[in-house]
């Protein structure tokens, strides 16, 4: 059975960056790409970010494009989103998912269906 466990959210102000980690247990981890979703309150869930299961690549939503960064340590069976100039709109719930195993590593999967583990998501509060 595949544990997702996210950390690092809180509260920080507007222009303030945060880095939410994502340690991954169950599944060989280095063998399935990861991704970032978030949902605001009373909004569907978003896709953040994702990388490849090799971390060669990145793909990003247009909204936090130039500010978020996603990152994988496979030794450490983690993934990281760094998240710089944080703007209000940012604050939601943030979760983590691992990718269905036959994504292959020239793809960043973007879509929920795409995943099949969840974390169970870590608060990010922005205020202005």
């Known amino acids: 059975q595949v544990q997702l466990v996210e950390s690092g959210g809180g509260l920080v102000q507007a222009g303030g960056s945060l880095r939410l980690s994502c340690a991954a247990s169950?599944?060989?981890?280095?063998?399935?790409?990861m991704g970032w979703f978030r949902q605001a309150p009373g909004k569907e869930r978003d896709f953040v970010a994702s990388i490849t299961r090799s971390g060669f690549s990145r793909f990003y939503a247009d909204s936090v494009k130039g500010r978020f960064a996603i990152s994988r340590d496979n030794a450490k069976n983690t993934v990281y989103l760094q998240m710089n100039s944080l703007k209000p709109e940012d604050t939601a719930v943030y979760y983590c998912?691992?990718?269905?195993?036959?994504?292959?590593?020239?793809?960043?999967?973007?879509?929920?269906?795409?995943?099949?583990?969840w974390g169970q998501g870590t608060q990010v509060t922005v205020s202005s």
């Open positions: 998912a691992l990718a269905r195993s036959y994504i292959s590593d020239n793809y960043t999967p973007r879509l929920s269906g795409e995943y099949d583990y």
């Open positions: 169950g599944r060989t981890f280095s063998s399935s790409a």
